[in-house]
């Protein structure tokens, strides 16, 4: 069974952009991308779309749907009312490339910028010993498909373009709990979290944990035990005596070279 839908889709850039009306078919079954697709071999051929594998594990399709962030693969026509039009734009805290196409670079420049996994230096291929609770913990994160909705949805960003700067956002700070939590990872990574990639910028609003499509609870489980692994760094009097007095040393891992304004002059 088809009926006629009403989609308003952005179409243009960022600035100069609007909002386009179409009637478009849509069948039992279909999801919004199903939808855009025919949008584009029917009535809109230039239509700027960007997706690969249409089953919820690439993260390209991400965008807002009537104001909610999502993944257009996964939006089911079947959860809208049958009068409801449909609002497609792209994601809001990215700049627009054209249509519903955003610029996402600044989460790979963000992703640079953590230290990579830090073993023992004598570990030796396979010797890695962990209980269960440390791999379940390690895996839930790792399934992140990198949509970057909650780093759309974080109002940090969001709403204060002048954060990026210092706000690495819930994903990639979620891959720093992940290192820091690691049984097999050397270095202390809480200082860097909170002076590099700017933890304390996060209020633990939740936004981020609401819109993952793995269902992965970044607050609770990535960026509150983060936060309280900063706190005890911080202000645990026992770890301020013993680091002040020699007997326990700082491990921050250093920044990564050339990925920050301070580290290229640093560097020449």
Known sequence: MSAKRTFRVWRGGGDDGELASYEVEVNEGEVVLDVLHRLQATQAPDLAVRWNC??????????????RPRLSCMARMSTFADDEPITVTPMRTFPV?????????????????????????????????MRQQDVERSQEFRKCIECYLCQNVCHVVRDHEENKEAFSGPRYLMRVAELEMHPEDTADRRMAAQ????????????CCTEVCPEHITITDNALIPLKERVADRRYDPLVWLGSTIGIRKGADTPRVPNTRPGDREENG
């Open 54 to 67: 249409k089953a919820g594990k690439c993260g390209s399709c991400s965008m807002e749907i009537n104001g």
């Open 97 to 129: 490339v054209r249509d519903l196409v955003c610029d996402v670079s600044f989460n790979y420049q963000k992703a640079r910028e953590i230290p990579s996994f830090t073993p023992r230096e004598d570990a030796e291929p396979g010797s890695f010993r």
């Open 195 to 206: 002076d590099d990639f700017g933890l304390g910028y996060c209020n633990i609003t939740k």
